[in-house]
């Protein structure tokens, strides 16, 4: 018989990596509240016209789809389904597909409930979203996005609030971090200033990959993307920027001074680093030029986090864009976002061992089952651990000691109770630390307060 198996670019989670991954999830929902962000969650599906034609052709293609339900050839002629290509059956057998991202639904959300919301509006997710992408080591079929946006205004406080949370997140898992940030208006000032506006996209996504693949090659993409050499040339010093925040921000003011939208970028920039520099952060906050963020929605701040200590791809990213809505016929609606990688993160609190180990502890005690007559004196015992917070079970067979204490050791089990007829005719029980090794004779009280006294 054939071993069951999952899909390729999905994964089981035993206790141990929920318990790692419930400690991460909570970690950064507790800091979203802290905000005032309020929590939403959207279906797993949406229909394809919600979905299609928002990601480009390549997030279209790598969309999962859902076959309608019922007789879903009944409505296709015979010649569709000997001449179409995938693409148009697809539109003809599907009117539902999964998630590719939050930030589609929760446009859509916003669209459909405008009339409710209170604007601005301060939400998070943290929802499973799919793509049909090639599985590899990092990336999966199906995956965990934890977005925080603001939609509704424009001001900049909101950009300090998300970079002060990325802060916090990470102060809070003990992971050191660099938090880059840039702004989309700088890199249109930029391809102004080399006379290659048009090429802004070329331009910001060849620099992206700048960590990557080095200045060689960066220039020679921007080549075989047709810019000329004396655009190429004017590029590199502002590519090779160096100095503190402030020494790079004179220095590309002095060089966009001629470019509107290059100079109020590098104003907001001004801003939201002088804001930031009388909070106080843990984590160092870099203005990165070379930062450009693949996604082309970004008009205004863009932010991205680096763990300093594990080598991994950027573990949060986010930033301003100013027409989420407008997919959906809601125009000039100004948004400010971030979207932490929860597994990245997950592997690089693996990395560093960061765990604390009360978020890794499940049952705390355990009862040896010794037959009915012993059950039946254990379990209100039991209940009253239980009301006093402690995580406790009772082996359920009556099954040899070791094989129960065994049992007790794998499961990491803190303390283990055992009542025979002794304990029973003195109204207590026998208390072993597992860890310890020792052991004592208590009441039901004292048994409460010495495993909760040594979580």
Not at 379 to 394: D, F, Q, V, W
Request: charged share 25%.
């Amino acid at each position: 018989m054939n071993k069951p198996s999952i899909p390729k670019g999905t994964r089981d989670f035993s206790p141990l990596e929920m318990s790692k991954r419930n400690y991460i999830f909570d970690t950064i929902k507790s800091v979203f509240a802290l905000y005032g962000f309020k929590q939403i969650e959207t279906p797993a599906m949406e229909t394809l016209q919600t979905l299609l034609g928002k990601y480009g052709e390549e997030g279209d293609k790598l969309l999962f789809k859902i076959l309608n339900s019922g007789d879903y050839l009944n409505k296709i002629d015979r010649d569709d389904l000997l001449n179409s290509d995938s693409l148009h059956l697809a539109s003809k057998l599907c009117e539902k597909g999964l998630r590719y991202d939050l930030t589609v639904p929760f446009a859509r959300f916003v669209v459909m409930h405008r009339d409710e919301l209170q604007m601005p509006f301060r939400r998070y997710q943290i929802q499973p979203v799919w793509r049909a992408d090639r599985p590899q080591k990092g990336r999966y079929r199906e995956f965990y996005q934890c977005d925080a946006d603001v939609v509704g205004s424009d001001s900049l406080l909101n950009e300090v609030e998300l970079v002060q949370i990325m802060d916090t997140v990470f102060k809070r898992f003990g992971v050191r971090v660099q938090i880059k940030i840039n702004n989309r208006k700088i890199l249109t000032g930029i391809a102004e200033y080399i006379n290659e506006a048009d090429k802004i996209v070329d331009i910001t996504v060849a620099i992206d990959k700048l960590d990557k693949i080095g200045i060689d090659n960066v220039n020679a993409e921007l080549a075989a993307d047709g810019l000329s050499a004396e655009a190429i040339g004017k590029l590199q010093p502002i590519i090779a920027l160096s100095g503190s925040n402030d020494e790079k921000l004179n220095v590309i003011g002095e060089v966009l001074k001629d470019s509107e939208t290059g100079m109020k970028g590098v104003e907001e920039l001004r801003y939201i680093l002088g804001v930031l520099d009388g909070v106080g952060l843990v984590n160092e906050l870099q203005f990165d030029l070379t930062l450009a963020r693949g996604l082309n929605y970004y008009t205004g701040a863009i932010f991205e986090v680096k763990a300093l200590d594990v080598q991994i791809g950027s573990i949060t990213g986010g930033g301003r864009y100013d027409n989420l809505t407008g997919i959906f016929g809601m125009p000039g609606l100004s948004g400010v976002g971030i979207s932490f990688g929860a597994d990245r993160i997950y592997d690089v609190l693996n990395a560093l061992d960061l765990y604390p180990k009360n978020a890794m502890t499940g049952t705390q005690l355990m009862f040896i089952n010794f037959g009915a007559k012993e059950t039946a004196y254990c379990l209100p015992i039991i209940a009253k651990a239980r009301s006093c917070g402690i995580a406790t079970e009772m082996y359920p067979d009556a099954a040899k000691m070791k094989k129960q204490m065994n049992y007790a050791n794998v499961n990491g089990i803190a303390y283990v109770a055992l009542a025979g007829e002794n304990e029973i005719n003195e109204g207590k029980v026998t208390l072993k630390n597992m860890v310890t090794g020792g052991q004592q004779l208590v009441d039901a009280d004292e048994l409460v307060s010495i495993v909760n006294g040594g979580k």
